[in-house]
């Protein structure tokens, strides 16, 4: 080698170099098509794994349902297997390695993030719940003897805490992962993660909140009382009707007993409010508040309604206890379907068809006396509430009785226990006020009577609400619209009772339907304008803390309606967020519309 030419050596040199570097070169494209075969054959495998766990999750949902607690437990075993194979599939020191190539490693990173999700959801939630679903089957709920055993609540307690938690975590988890730019499948697969999460969390959230709070209310730690407040809803109050009958319920490990009765009327009037109210609960609704039980469901809250009938009941007859509950006959109507038929000592048979005219209507066609009328409704409430006691009632229906009245916003609960209460607040049962948050801005829409009669269950009620951003801030405006409707006969000042119209006593005039409206915005929103009927509005413009309210007056004359809009102005934070609004449950209830609302339309102003 020494003996060749010096240009020779140099040729060799180079030629030796170039001969290595195609061997680099080959061997680095070799082990790129190895690492993208490796990739996409896990890739493969971990989508196979991935659309296993979906379809197991539909057959445990339906197992878990049914309380086949055999075959819901081998299930989550099947979903645990396929969830962790689909975790260790993306999560190899390759896989990591491509996550971090271009174009391609958003995606890898995103299919990675989505199983690790996946296998947390069900190592965390669906395996501890699936092992204590044989214990919490809808006749364990039954009560037996009169009485309902807490147990099994008291046992699962740890399970579902810890599928909280992780439903939770996992739902920051979903949230968190970076879609901006990945392929359309991919981004698909990552927001059907997320939504479903979304209300899986939310749902076993408040059903956490139950298995923590149900032992303890119903009497697992010591006797508990409650009054139970039975509102009127042909006599609207924002959170719902006039109390015209109140009870106490008396509760000790799971037994359940209904105890004194009294008509609401009998409470009152005091001299002063029992309690001390807000300034702007007496600018909107009055110290009377305060001052008559037929009255303390003026305002939306509902744990100022409940503090305010405790003291009541404490003030008559000298008892202090845990805690309020409010129900209606429409409510009742719905536990009917679970209970069938119950006869009342009037001889009166109630059923689920007749429940709501029967104890909204026709009672004051047949018992005149108002004191009988109050006796007739605390009779129909103690003859349900004994077939449902001594467990005479379907339970699937009972549970979709109670659903249905939480969902119409017809069943409310406040606790005196001021950890029980924080709790209850921001679940549908607590009557709390509307709330903004980056996934829905809520409005409210509460009525009260202003007529001292019977006549709402004639009033008809839509309400509807939409929301566009038409400011270079972002600020989005919203818009609320409420059509009110006198739907009684044209004859309505003599055709029906003189109880149900008022006779004229109260200063509206028979027939007529007197009605108070207020639409609550979300806190720190900023009132705009309300129109009436295209017009300008007078109304009164206040707040309710940091709730901006709008209240209107309207008289409805029979067949007469009205239609009023009111625009808030919200903050930038919430624009991308949906809206929805509640409103006081009348004898009828519809879930509010959406309401087209565009920037060119003319913002109410009034």
């Known amino acids: 080698m020494s003996d060749l030419p010096e240009s020779r050596r140099a040729a060799v040199r180079r030629g030796s170099r170039a001969r290595v570097v195609l061997w680099i070169v080959l061997a680095l494209v070799l082990l790129l098509i190895f690492a993208v075969a490796w990739v996409g054959a896990r890739g493969v495998l971990a989508k196979r794994h991935l659309e296993q766990s979906v379809a197991l999750v539909s057959t445990l949902r339906t197992q878990i349902t049914d309380a086949d607690t055999a075959a819901a437990q081998k299930t989550a075993k099947q979903l645990e297997d396929h969830a962790s194979a689909a975790r260790s599939l993306t999560g190899d020191p390759i896989w990591g390695a491509a996550q971090y190539t271009p174009f391609f490693g958003t995606n890898l990173r995103a299919v990675r993030d989505v199983a690790v999700v996946v296998d947390d959801v069900a190592t965390g939630a669906v395996r501890p719940?699936?092992?204590?679903?044989g214990d919490l089957n809808q006749d364990a709920f039954t009560p037996k003897d009169g009485r309902i055993d807490l147990q099994p609540l008291v046992d699962a307690q740890p399970a579902v805490a810890r599928a909280t938690r992780t439903l939770s975590k996992a739902t920051g988890a979903a949230d968190a992962i970076d879609t901006t730019a990945t392929l359309s499948p991919v981004t698909t697969a990552v927001n059907q993660l997320r939504n479903a999460l979304?209300?899986?969390?939310?749902?076993?959230?408040?059903?956490?909140?139950?298995?923590?709070?149900?032992?303890?209310?119903?009497?697992?730690?010591?006797?508990?009382?409650?009054?139970?407040?039975?509102?009127?809803?042909?006599?609207?109050?924002?959170?719902?009707?006039?109390?015209?009958?109140v009870a106490l319920l008396q509760v000790k490990d799971g037994a359940i007993s209904l105890g004194n009765q009294a008509a609401g009327s009998s409470f009152g009037p005091y001299e002063k409010p029992v309690l001390p109210l807000s300034a702007d609960t007496t600018s909107l609704y009055g110290d009377i508040t305060g001052r008559y039980m037929q009255d303390v469901n003026l305002t939306p809250r509902f744990d100022v309604t409940g503090a305010l009938a405790r003291e009541m009941w404490k003030q008559k007859f000298g008892q202090q206890v845990d805690g309020v509950l409010a129900i209606d006959p429409v409510t009742l109507g719905y536990i009917l379907r679970a209970t069938g038929p119950v006869q009342l000592p009037t001889g009166d048979t109630l059923t689920s068809d007749n429940a709501v005219r029967l104890l909204l209507s026709d009672v004051y066609a047949k018992y005149p006396d108002p004191t009988v009328q109050d006796a007739f409704f605390a009779s129909a409430a103690s003859a349900v509430f004994e077939k449902v006691s001594t467990g005479g009632f379907d339970t699937k229906k009972f549970i979709t009785a109670l659903t249905d009245g939480t969902k119409d916003n017809r069943l409310r609960l406040w606790s005196a226990d001021k950890a029980e209460q924080e709790e209850i607040t921001g679940t549908a049962i607590a009557g709390d006020l509307p709330t903004a948050s980056a996934r829905t801005r809520e409005f409210g829409v509460y009525l009260n009577d202003g007529t001292a009669s019977k006549m709402d269950y004639y009033l008809d009620k839509k309400v509807s609400v939409g929301s566009s951003v038409c400011r270079k801030d972002g600020r989005p405006t919203s818009v609320v619209e409420v059509t009110l409707k006198n739907t009684a006969p044209a004859d309505a000042a003599t055709s029906l009772p003189s109880y149900v119209t008022g006779g004229g006593q109260f200063g509206t005039e028979?027939?007529?339907?007197?009605?108070?409206?207020?639409?609550?915005?979300?806190?720190?929103?900023?009132?705009?304008?309300?129109?009436?009927?295209?017009?300008?509005?007078?109304l009164?413009?206040?707040?309710?803390?940091?709730?901006?309210?709008?209240?209107?007056?309207?008289?409805?004359?029979?067949?007469?309606?009205?239609?009023?809009?009111?625009?808030?102005?919200?903050?930038?934070?919430?624009?991308?967020?949906?809206?929805?609004?509640?409103?006081?449950?009348?004898?009828?209830?519809?879930?509010?519309?959406?309401?087209?609302?565009?920037?060119?339309?003319?913002?109410?102003?009034?």
């Open 129 to 133: 719940v699936a092992g204590v679903v």
């Open 198 to 245: 979304g209300t899986v969390s939310r749902q076993a959230s408040t059903a956490n909140k139950v298995v923590q709070l149900a032992p303890a209310m119903l009497g697992h730690d010591g006797d508990r009382s409650y009054v139970l407040l039975f509102q009127n809803n042909a006599e609207l109050r924002a959170g719902g009707g006039i109390p015209g009958a």
């Open 540 to 606: 009164q413009t206040t707040v309710d803390g940091k709730h901006p309210v709008a209240q209107l007056r309207t008289l409805l004359a029979p067949g007469e309606s009205t239609t009023f809009r009111v625009a808030f102005l919200g903050e930038a934070k919430f624009a991308k967020a949906g809206v929805q609004a509640e409103s006081t449950p009348g004898v009828r209830q519809s879930k509010a519309a959406p309401l087209r609302f565009d920037c060119g339309e003319p913002v109410p102003v009034g």
């Open 510 to 538: 028979p027939g007529k339907i007197k009605t108070l409206v207020a639409v609550y915005a979300p806190a720190n929103a900023i009132y705009l304008g309300a129109s009436q009927d295209g017009k300008g509005a007078a």
